[in-house]
């Protein structure tokens, strides 16, 4: 590589998992605790699935929040913060008892303190100054730990930043017959939205239907 040169990144095959409910929302406006928005066992069976063929599940730190998820079975589970702020040692992802090994991807906003609360129980990677940059991220999962296929459970953040980065291969969705309503209800993709000439167009791949619940796959094309 010549002076002043880019590097070239790479990454690996993104798949997003949501369930969403027939308006469109992943968790209630007034969410007071971990919440499931499926009341089928397929579609558990199917995320457990998604994640065992993966090298990698990753989920924001709202996500971590809210559910505390030990995203089981996966060798390596990512979490993606700006500060860690209200990332803790005792989340259930970073459990000693699981194996693997858990990441906290996190920017130079975090504070010493946190560093020392985390550090004996997560690898640290620091890879941006006020926000995670996700090319830079699936560039790092690719080169520091072989990961082919990348599992994405959100929330709207970073799969906005995911789609924004052209790094969205393919979207399960599992559409459940409830309607959660509320303007401020989360959905599967959040941000400021994207602009008429960069909105990504997806080809429907198959459709299944176990009891009430619809089961779609989406892929994405980005050449």
Known sequence: MTP?????????????NFAPSVDGKIAP????GPFTMSRHPEDRRRMLTLRAGADAVLIGAANLRADDPDLMPSRIRVVVTRAADQIHATAQMFAQ??????????????????????????TLVELGAS?????????????????????????????????????????????????LGGANAPTCVAGTG????????????????????????????WA
């Not at 002043?4 to 790479?10: H, N, W, Y």
């Not at 940059?133 to 995911?162: H, Q």
Request: charged content about 30%; some cysteine; hydrophobic content about 45%.
């Open 194 to 221: 994207f602009e008429p000439d960069a909105i990504p167009d997806a080809q429907l791949d198959s459709i299944d239907r176990v009891g009430d619940e619809v089961f779609l796959v989406y892929r994405f094309d």
């Open 4 to 16: 002043g040169e880019t590097p070239t990144l790479s990454r690996p095959r993104v798949l997003l």
């Open 29 to 32: 406006a007034r969410k007071r």
């Open 97 to 122: 008892s699981l194996g693997g090994e858990a990441i906290v991807v996190h920017t130079s906003m975090i504070l010493p303190q946190k560093r020392a609360e985390l550090r004996n129980h997560a």
């Open 131 to 179: 926000d995670v940059e996700i090319p830079r991220l699936l560039d790092w999962l690719v080169r520091e730990r072989g990961c082919k296929t990348l599992v994405c459970e959100g929330g709207g953040v970073l799969a906005a930043n995911l789609f924004a980065a052209k790094a969205v291969d393919v979207l399960h969705l599992t559409i459940v017959p409830r309607l």
